[in-house]
């Protein structure tokens, strides 16, 4: 029975693999290796998308469905505005897919192989990335400490370290009802590469993993409190209304200038989003469309004033990004799938099973904080929703049963 599971893990975990690519294959020089990438992206998700029809015998869950309107409603701005549809494709097909791909192998006792798996994957990509960061430093001193590594450009590191340390994370309190030292060590050295490489979305992110690690502990061990996931929600999106509205721009003046030596504008993130919701007033339910990657570095450049920093292709803030491409509808359906995924974390039973929602608050907290402030589309955050949903069913209210390393996640 175990070796049936992992063989399924093993399986799924070849259909993920494509969509889990290194981010220096983004880099100039590498466009042979992305396009391989892109193919076998491209491969996978047709044979998971009749996989997924073949296993549910066409019942499609609603995490499927909201998450493939939220891409048809893109196609449509995309094709409203004219723009690429060979950038839409890849995005669209790898959400639809991953969603897929975690249903099919949470659903089933193969989940916590799957885990192990994928976990080992970054594992690899994190022991070449600090092969090619000492290699850098060793050539260049420490002024390279920056420099790409197969992780790719430094505020693209978070891609992997942050799924790699909630990951770690779960698949640790999973076998032992406890985060083990050893994904605390994975915390700390991700933490450090964060930190070298300057990039403060992700230095945030990973200051707001262990704060709310630490705060939610303390918060249900010693005042004997519930987690309630869909008011912290609610308190993510009003922090992302004040933060692009602005109104939180000066009380973190001081933070933003002092202790993290960058302009009150955040790096030009300011004209980026005032760019978004200007285009959405006036188009709000076909904003921009997926646009060519050079349409849309010239259309923020131009538009932000011609500051050179805003000369990038998305408005870095994923909530601002679904809505940049897709429009209202796409972001409302964007915050729904969230939603649903709090409300499904929210019937996890807490007196048992405590170390859960520390570990899934401190997750999205560090997810959503770089969410604010980059777009973090990349295939494996897609994974949480249908951890999510698994999480919630496993181990809701009156499932006492013993986790250990049999269990159906």
């Not at 494709?89 to 790898?94: E, F, I, N, V």
């Not at 000492?134 to 992780?151: K, P, Y």
């Not at 707001?208 to 987690?227: D, H, S």
Request: net charge positive; aromatic share 16%; glycine share 6%.
């Amino acid at each position: 029975m175990r070796a049936k599971a992992k063989n399924r893990a093993f399986v799924y975990f070849l259909l993920m693999l494509p969509f889990i690519e290194p981010q220096l294959f983004k880099n100039s020089g590498y466009e042979s290796l992305d396009r391989a990438y892109a193919v076998a992206k491209a491969i996978s998700a047709v044979i998971v998308i009749f996989l997924y029809i073949y296993k549910k015998m066409g019942k499609v869950s609603l995490s499927v469905v909201l998450i493939t309107l939220m891409q048809m409603m893109t196609f449509v701005c995309t094709l409203y505005n004219k723009g690429s549809f060979s950038r839409f494709m890849g995005p669209a097909l790898t959400s639809i897919a991953v969603v897929m791909i975690g249903q099919l192998v949470f659903e089933k006792d193969s989940g916590i192989y799957f885990l192990k798996y994928v976990e080992i994957c970054l594992t690899l990509f994190v022991f070449i990335h600090i092969i090619g960061f000492v290699f850098n430093v060793i050539r260049g001193g420490i002024v390279c400490v920056s420099q790409s590594t197969i992780l790719g450009i430094k505020n693209r590191w978070i891609y992997i370290l942050l799924p790699w340390t909630i990951i770690g994370f779960i698949k640790s309190y999973m076998l032992n009802r406890r985060v083990i030292w050893r994904e605390w060590i994975k915390y700390f050295v991700s933490f450090f590469f964060v930190t070298v490489s300057g990039a403060v979305g992700a230095i945030i992110a990973f200051l707001g993993f262990g704060g709310a690690y630490l705060f939610t502990k303390i918060w249900i061990r010693n005042m004997k409190n519930r987690v309630d996931f869909v008011k912290f929600y609610i308190g993510i999106l009003i922090y992302n209304v004040l933060l692009v509205s602005e109104v939180l721009l000066e009380p973190l003046r001081y933070v933003v200038v002092r202790v993290f030596n960058k302009d009150v504008t955040l790096s030009g993130r300011v004209y980026l989003w005032r760019t978004v919701l200007s285009e959405l007033k006036k188009n709000a339910i076909f904003a921009k469309g997926v646009q060519a990657h050079d349409v849309d570095m010239n259309y923020f450049y131009v538009n932000s004033g011609w500051v050179l920093p805003c000369k990038v292709n998305h408005p870095h803030n994923y909530f601002l990004n679904v809505a940049h491409q897709g429009g209202i509808i796409a972001v409302t359906l964007f915050i729904v799938i969230w939603w649903m995924c709090m409300i499904w974390l929210n019937k996890i039973e807490q007196k048992n099973y405590s170390g859960l929602p520390i570990i899934m608050i401190s997750s999205f907290t560090a997810f959503f904080l770089a969410s604010s402030v980059d777009t973090l589309d990349y295939s494996l955050f897609y994974l949480l929703i249908p951890l999510c949903i698994r999480i919630g069913r496993e181990f809701g209210e009156k499932k006492y049963a013993a986790i250990d390393s049999n269990s159906s996640l």
